[in-house]
C-alpha cells in the first residue's frame, strides 16, 4: 500500500534534530526508514512530519573510547557486521547485526532504529541486554544513559520519552576470559527471531564466573534466562553443565509468550532451550 | 560455427537489458495525459453489498472519477472461463467485473477510482463508504464441498464448479485382489506465484477512431485480445495488447482479469489512458493462486511391491470464481498423469472442483501434473517401507521400460518417448546414492536424521493437439506460429505468437534459426508480445513454448532453405536436385568452393534481379504448427535432508538431478530453468502456504508472512540430463519449464518422511516449518 500525506523535514546536526522535533507535532524520526517505512505503509502510523536524520554526521560510526565501544545511532547493521572493533570487542553484536533481514536491509537499517523501534522479534535488543549496554539518548531534558535492560519495557515500548533522539550505543569492552554468542532460529519470510539468544559468559581457571543470557522473540521485550544464569554460576561449562543450565530456559519465561502461525508460543518455549544450549556452548567454546 | 549453434550455452540476449534496468515493464511506460486507477477490493470474504457511498471520494483532490457496478452496468460482458471441461457437469457462476450484489473473497472488486496520480487515486479509497453485511464462508475445498456449508452462488449446488472422472482398467479389481494396499491424505496447500512483477495494466481507448492498445503483463497477449473483445465489445481488429517485458508469470499471467477490463472501461469513458499496477498486497490477494488440493489417495499392489491400482479421490479448491484456464488444471493436466513413469494397469479419479470465498486458483508452475506426480510418488515411497524395499527398487519394478515412439497408459494419453530407468541409474551414479544410504545408517547411529527422497516424473507439456484441445473444452486452438523474414543485408527477424517472459527464447529461438540457415544467431532478432506485429499464438505456458513454437520456426526454417536452394540452383545456373547444403552455403554437389551463402541469397530475394521462373521475390516463411502430439519429459531427482529432531528444523543439504526433455537448444538455459523450478517445488515443501483464517482473511498477505524461497536456505543444485528425442517433433525438443517443480516437492517430503522413518512419523502438512515437524515428532514418540 501507500502511506497517508506526510511532510518531510531532513536535519543536518543533533542541534537541528532538536529544533524540528520542538516545532513539528506529531513527527517521527527516520534513520533508515526500514521499520518505519513499512508502518506507514500499512498506515498502522501517520505522522504528519518524517523528520530525516540520515545525514547528521555526529550520529554515525563505531569507535572504542578507553573501556567502552561506542556505536552511533546511524551506523548500519552491515556496518556493524563487519566492523573489526566489534568482532573483536562484542563478537555476538556482530554475529546478530549480520543475520538481520538480508543484505538490503543491512546496509541502509541502522541500530538506533532498530532499537528505538523495539520490535521483539528483532535481534538487536536481546544482544544489547546480553551486554548490559547503555543506550545514550538526549531530549528537550537533556542527555541520558539507559541501562539496556531497563530501556526495552514491552511490545515496541521504551525507555525514550516524548521528542528525546537516541544517539549511540555503548558496550563495555569484551574483557580477558569473556566470550559472547548469538543464536537464532530466524522466520523463513521476514528474517525476525522467532527465537533469538545472545549469551555473554565469563570464566576463571575453567569456572564460569558470569553468565548473561537472554531471549528475543519470545516475549514483549527481551528476558534474561535467570535460571539459566544462576545454574551456571560457578560451576564448569562442560557440555552437561551447559545442557542442565539450559533445561532451566522455561522456567523463567512466564505466561506472557508471543506465539504467531508460524511458530505457537507453546512451540517457542518447549524448544527455546535448545537455541540458548547452542549460543552457550559456542560462547564456551570461544573461551577455550 | 552457425551450425554448432544448436546445443552451445551462448549467453542470454536478455540479461542485458534486465539486469542494468533498461528493460521497460507496463509500469514503466508513461503516455501523455495518463491517469490512475485504483481498485477497491472488498475487506470480506463473503458478504452483501448494501450500498456504496462515493460522493466524498468524488469530491477528493485529483479524483477525476469513481465507478460501481451500478454506474458501468452493461458496459462490461462477465469474466469468461475458456476452460470448459465436458462431461463433468461443469457449473460457470457468473463473474462480474465489479461485484454489484455480493462480494465472494477478500479481494473482489466493489469499485474503481480514476486520479490524476496514484497516491490520490489510493488516497480516494479511504473516502468510499461501502455497506456490507457480512455473509458465513468459507475456503477449505472439503468443507465447502459438504451438505450446510455456505453458498457461494445462488443457482450452484454443493459449490460444485464440476466433477470430473478419469478411468482406465478395473481398480474394483485391482484392489479386491491387492497383497497390500496404502491410503494416505494429502493437502497441496494453496501457493501464491509471486512474479517478481506485480500485475499491471495501461489503456489508451482512442474515442475518434474506436481503437484501444492495452499494455498489460501477460503470457498470451492474442489470448488477452480475443478474451478483451468478448469482455469490451472492442472488435479484436481494433485492440491491440502489447506485453513489453513481462516479469515472470509461473501461470498466474495467463488469466485475463476484471482489473484489466476496467481499466479499459476508464480510458474509454474518460478519453485518456489509465495505468492500474498492483501493490505487492493487491497481487497477494487478488492474482490468481496455485494448488488447493485435498486428496485422497489409495495404491493397490502385490506383496513384490509391483503396482496394480491407484485410485483417488480429490476436492480441488477454485476460489470464489472459475478464472480463465481453471477447470483444466486439475482434471486434464493433472488427472490424466497419475500414470507418473510406471506401468499401472487400473487408474480412477473422482476430482471435486469446488467454489471458496479464496482468490481464484488457476495454473502454478506445473499446473496439476506436480499435484499428480506427488500423489504416485509419494505412495510408492509408502509402499517400499511397507514391504521392505528400497524405493528406488520398487521404482524400478514398475517403470514403464525404454519405448521410443509411442507408450499408451491407462488414463488415456500416449506417451512419446521415454527411458525412466536410465534417469534414475544416472541418478544413482551421480548422487553416489549407495554411498548416502551408509551415510544415512552411519548418522542414525549417533542420532542423527538424515533422508533421501526421490521423485521420479513423466509430464505432459507442449500443449498440443489442437483437435484435442477441442476435445477437453479448451476454448482455443493449441497451435503456435513463427514468420522467419530475411533483409536484403542477411539479417533476419523472427515473429512469433508465444510470449516469453524471462523463459530466454529471444537466444533459444535464435539459435533454431542460426542451426538451420547457417545465419549468426546475432544477426537474428526475435519479435514477440505485441499483437499488432506478431502472428497469432496461444501463448507462453505448460512449457510449449519451444516444444510448438520452436516446431513452428522450425518448419519456417526448412521452408526458407527449400526456397533458397531454388534461387541457389538458378543463380548457379545448375538443377535442384543437384544442389547441396551445409552450414548456410548452397552448392553444387561437388563443387563447395563455388557456393551461394544464405546472405547472397536474401540479397537477390529482396531485390528481385535475378529470379527463377514462378518463384515469388522476398524471402520470408510462415508456419502455423499444430503438434499431432503432447511431449513427455521426465527424470528423477534426489533430495538429501537433515532433520533437528529437536527443533523440527529441515535443511536440505543435497539436491541432485537428471531431466530428460530431448536434445538442448541451451544446456546453460535449461540448467536455469531446471534451477528455478526445483527451487519452486522446494518452496511449496519447505516454506510457503497461503493461508485462511476462519473469516476468510488472508493471514499471509505480504511477504513477510508468506515465505518464498532464498538463495542462502539451499544447497547447490546438481543438475544433469539424458537425451531421449521426441520422435514427432521437428527438433526432437521437449520442454524444461516446469519440470523442476513437478519432481522436487515430493523429492523433499519423501526425504524428510525418510529421515523420520526411525521415529515413526509417517505424514505431515507442508510447508514443513520446525513446529510442524517438531509436532509430529512429538506425537510420534507419545504414541
Given amino acids: ?288 | 560455427m552457425s551450425g554448432r549453434m544448436f546445443g552451445s550455452a551462448i549467453r542470454r540476449r536478455e540479461d542485458p537489458r534486465l539486469i542494468t534496468g533498461a528493460a521497460q515493464y507496463t509500469d514503466d511506460i508513461v503516455l501523455p495525459g495518463m491517469l490512475y486507477a485504483a481498485m477497491l477490493r472488498s475487506p470480506y470474504a463473503h458478504a452483501r453489498i448494501n450500498s456504496i457511498d462515493k460522493s466524498e471520494a468524488e469530491q477528493a483532490s485529483g479524483v477525476v472519477a469513481v465507478y460501481t457496478a451500478a454506474d458501468i452496468e452493461g458496459e462490461l460482458n462477465p469474466m469468461p472461463c475458456a476452460w470448459l471441461l465436458p462431461n463433468a457437469g461443469l457449473t460457470v457462476a457468473d463473474y462480474p467485473c465489479l461485484a454489484k450484489d455480493i462480494v465472494r473473497y477478500v479481494g473482489d472488486i466493489v469499485a474503481v477510482v480514476v486520479a490524476e496520480t496514484r497516491y490520490q487515486a489510493y488516497d480516494a479509497l479511504d473516502l468510499i463508504t461501502v455497506d456490507y453485511d457480512p455473509l458465513p464462508s468459507v475456503t477449505d475445498p472439503q468443507e465447502a464441498a459438504k451438505e450446510g456449508a455456505p453458498k457461494l452462488h445462488e443457482n450452484i449446488e454443493g459449490n460444485q464448479a464440476f466433477h470430473w472422472t478419469v478411468s482406465g482398467g478395473d481398480v474394483d479389481a485391482a484392489f479386491a485382489n491387492a497383497d497390500v494396499v496404502i491410503r494416505d491424505r494429502i493437502v497441496q496447500q494453496r501457493l501464491i506465484p509471486t512474479a517478481m512483477e506485480t500485475r499491471a495494466a495501461l489503456a489508451h481507448y482512442i474515442q475518434a477512431s474506436g481503437e484501444l492498445t492495452l499494455w498489460n503483463t501477460t503470457q498470451n497477449p492474442h489470448i488477452v485480445r480475443f478474451l478483451s473483445s468478448v469482455v469490451t465489445g472492442i472488435p479484436e481488429d481494433k485492440t491491440r495488447i502489447i506485453a513489453p517485458e513481462v516479469g515472470g508469470g509461473f501461470g498466474s499471467k495467463i488469466a485475463v482479469y476484471p482489473a484489466d477490463f476496467l481499466t479499459i472501461v476508464c480510458s474509454k469513458r474518460l478519453g485518456r489512458p489509465v495505468k492500474w499496477t498492483e501493490t505487492r498486497s493487491e497481487n497477494y490477494q487478488a492474482t490468481t493462486h496455485g494448488r488447493n488440493h485435498v486428496q485422497d489417495v489409495e495404491l493397490a499392489a502385490t506383496k513384490e511391491g509391483k503396482i496394480t491400482g491407484l485410485r483417488a479421490k480429490v476436492w480441488s479448491g477454485m476460489g470464489a470464481y472459475l478464472s480463465t484456464a481453471a477447470p483444466g488444471i486439475p482434471t486434464i493436466l493433472h488427472g490424466l498423469m497419475l500414470s507418473g513413469v510406471y506401468d499401472i494397469p487400473a487408474i480412477h479419479e473422482d476430482v471435486y472442483g469446488v467454489y471458496t470465498n479464496g482468490t481464484p486458483v488457476e495454473a502454478y508452475r506445473g499446473a496439476g501434473r506436480p499435484e499428480a506426480t506427488f500423489m504416485v510418488e509419494r505412495l510408492v515411497d509408502v509402499l517400499a517401507k511397507k514391504i521392505g524395499k528400497d524405493p528406488a527398487d520398487v521404482r524400478r519394478l514398475n517403470f514403464i521400460p525404454p519405448f521410443d515412439n509411442g507408450h499408451d497408459v491407462a488414463t488415456g494419453l500416449t506417451y512419446d518417448s521415454g527411458n525412466y530407468v536410465g534417469a534414475l541409474d544416472k541418478l544413482m551414479e551421480k548422487s553416489g546414492y549407495a554411498d548416502l544410504r551408509k551415510e544415512q545408517q552411519e548418522a542414525r547411529k549417533s542420532g542423527r536424521y538424515i533422508g533421501l527422497g526421490l521423485g521420479t516424473y513423466v509430464e505432459i507439456c507442449g500443449l498440443g493437439p489442437s483437435q484435442v484441445a477441442g476435445a477437453i473444452g479448451f476454448q482455443g486452438g493449441l497451435w503456435e506460429s513463427a514468420i522467419i523474414r530475411f533483409h536484403p543485408s542477411g539479417k533476419v527477424h523472427v515473429f512469433i505468437g508465444a510470449s516469453p517472459h524471462g523463459q530466454g527464447e529471444e537466444t533459444t529461438f535464435a539459435q533454431i534459426v542460426s542451426s538451420e540457415l547457417g545465419v549468426s544467431p546475432d544477426d537474428v532478432k526475435v519479435v514477440h508480445g505485441d499483437t499488432d506485429n506478431t502472428p497469432m499464438g496461444w501463448g507462453t505456458y505448460g512449457s510449449r513454448t519451444t516444444a510448438v513454437g520452436g516446431a513452428a520456426l522450425a518448419v519456417s526454417a526448412r521452408k526458407i532453405r527449400d526456397k533458397a536452394k531454388v534461387i541457389a540452383a538458378h543463380l548457379l545456373e545448375a538443377a535442384v536436385e543437384d544442389m547441396d547444403y551445409e552450414d548456410g552455403r548452397f552448392f553444387v554437389k561437388g563443387s563447395p568452393d563455388n557456393a551461394k551463402t544464405i546472405q547472397d541469397i536474401a540479397l537477390m530475394a529482396n531485390v528481385a534481379w535475378n529470379m527463377p521462373e514462378g518463384v515469388e521475390a522476398g524471402l520470408e516463411a510462415s508456419t502455423f504448427y499444430d503438434p499431432p502430439n503432447f511431449v513427455y519429459p521426465f527424470g528423477a531427482h534426489l533430495a538429501v535432508v537433515e532433520v533437528d529432531a529437536a527443533t523440527g528444523e529441515v535443511e536440505l543439504k543435497r539436491y541432485v538431478c537428471v531431466d530428460d526433455c530431448g536434445p538442448q537448444i541451451n544446456p546453460m538455459i535449461v540448467e536455469g530453468q531446471v534451477h528455478g523450478g526445483v527451487v519452486q517445488g522446494v518452496g511449496q515443501a519447505l516454506w510457503e502456504e497461503a493461508v485462511y483464517d476462519e473469516d476468510g482473511q488472508l493471514v499471509t498477505g505480504t511477504m513477510l508472512d508468506y515465505a518464498i524461497p532464498r538463495a542462502d536456505r539451499l544447497p547447490n543444485i546438481e543438475v544433469h540430463s539424458t537425451v531421449t528425442r521426441s520422435p514427432h517433433h521437428p527438433l526432437g525438443v521437449k520442454g524444461i519449464g516446469e519440470a523442476g517443480t513437478i519432481a522436487s516437492t515430493v523429492a523433499v517430503y519423501n526425504a524428510v518422511m525418510d529421515a523420520l522413518a526411525p521415529l515413526g512419523v509417517e505424514n505431515i502438512p507442508m510447508p514443513f516449518t520446525p513446529e510442524r515437524v517438531w509436532r509430529a515428532i512429538e506425537q510420534a514418540k507419545e504414541a
Fill in chain 1, 1 to 288: 500500500m501507500f502511506p497517508a500525506e506526510f511532510d518531510y523535514v531532513r536535519a543536518g546536526s543533533e542541534a537541528e534534530i532538536a529544533e524540528l522535533l520542538a516545532t513539528h507535532a506529531d513527527a517521527k524520526i527516520l534513520a533508515g526508514g526500514h521499520s518505519l517505512i513499512p508502518i506507514l505503509k500499512l498506515r498502522l502510523a501517520m505522522p504528519a512530519t518524517l523528520i530525516d536524520i540520515g545525514r547528521v554526521p555526529s550520529l554515525k560510526g563505531i569507535s572504542v573510547n578507553g573501556d567502552v565501544l561506542r556505536i552511533g545511532a546511524l551506523t548500519t547493521h552491515a556496518e556493524i557486521a563487519t566492523s573489526a572493533e566489534v568482532r573483536k570487542h562484542a563478537p555476538a553484536l556482530a554475529e546478530a547485526a549480520g543475520v538481520i533481514g538480508d543484505p538490503a536491509v543491512r546496509n541502509r537499517g541502522t541500530i538506533g532504529g532498530n532499537v528505538a523501534h523495539a520490535d521483539p522479534a528483532s535481534d538487536l535488543p536481546s544482544v544489547l541486554t546480553a551486554f548490559a549496554a547503555s543506550i545514550h539518548v538526549t531530549g528537550p531534558s537533556g542527555a541520558r544513559i539507559i541501562a539496556a535492560e531497563e530501556f526495552f519495557e514491552g511490545l515496541m515500548a521504551t525507555a525514550l520519552r516524548e521528542n528525546e533522539l537516541l544517539t549511540a550505543v555503548e558496550l563495555p569492552l569484551q574483557s580477558k576470559g569473556q566470550a559472547s554468542a548469538y543464536e537464532k532460529l530466524a522466520h523463513p519470510a521476514s528474517r525476525y527471531a522467532v527465537i533469538g539468544v545472545a549469551a555473554v559468559l565469563t570464566a576463571e581457571e575453567g569456572k564460569c564466573t558470569s553468565a548473561r543470557v537472554v531471549l528475543g522473540g519470545l516475549t514483549p521485550a527481551p528476558t534474561r534466562a535467570a535460571g539459566v544464569e544462576t545454574a551456571l554460576q560457578g560451576g564448569p561449562l562442560t557440555p552437561e553443565a551447559i545442557a542442565n543450565a539450559a533445561a532451566q530456559t522455561a522456567a523463567g519465561l512466564g505466561d506472557d509468550l508471543l506465539g504467531d502461525l508460524y511458530a505457537s508460543a507453546e512451540y517457542r518455549k518447549a524448544v527455546a532451550h535448545v537455541y540458548v544450549r547452542r549460543a552457550l556452548e559456542t560462547a564456551a567454546g570461544r573461551l577455550a
